[in-house]
């Protein structure tokens, strides 16, 4: 069992930042892919962004990059989502996930979930 637990969400005005963690416990695999989707009312949920877990390799949807930053520390199997510049349109509950991923922006290839976190952005 892997238990993902996240914090950090809230509410924030438009071009402020937020800081999302995500603490995995349980059997914690190192070679598994962790990432970062969002899901607003109505919407799909969508990719934000994934980490290996070592952090070799980053990945982000295009609508992000240059805002948000995917990291980890590895010493307490936490991986966090920094947001900058935050936009209304970033308004969603956020969920980390891990898992042997062969896409890393497909939410159906993740095997644990967290449940959620919402970050409001207010115009």
């Known amino acids: 069992q892997v238990q993902l637990v996240e914090s950090g969400g809230g509410l924030v005005q438009a071009g402020g930042s937020l800081r999302l963690s995500c603490a995995a416990s349980?059997?914690?695999?190192?070679?598994?892919?962790m990432g970062w989707f969002r899901q607003a009312p109505g919407k799909e949920r969508e990719f934000v962004a994934a980490?290996?877990?070592?952090?070799?390799?980053?990945y982000y949807l295009d609508s992000v990059k240059g805002r948000f930053t995917i990291s980890r520390d590895n010493a307490k199997n936490t991986v966090y989502l920094h947001m900058n510049s935050l936009k209304p349109e970033d308004t969603a509950v956020y969920y980390c996930?891990?898992?042997?991923?062969?896409?890393?922006?497909?939410?159906?290839?993740?095997?644990?979930w967290g449940q959620g976190t919402q970050v409001t952005v207010s115009s």
């Open positions: 980490i290996s877990w070592r952090g070799g390799s980053t």
């Open positions: 996930a891990a898992g042997h991923v062969l896409r890393v922006d497909s939410a159906r290839d993740y095997e644990y």
């Open positions: 349980g059997r914690t695999f190192n070679s598994y892919a």
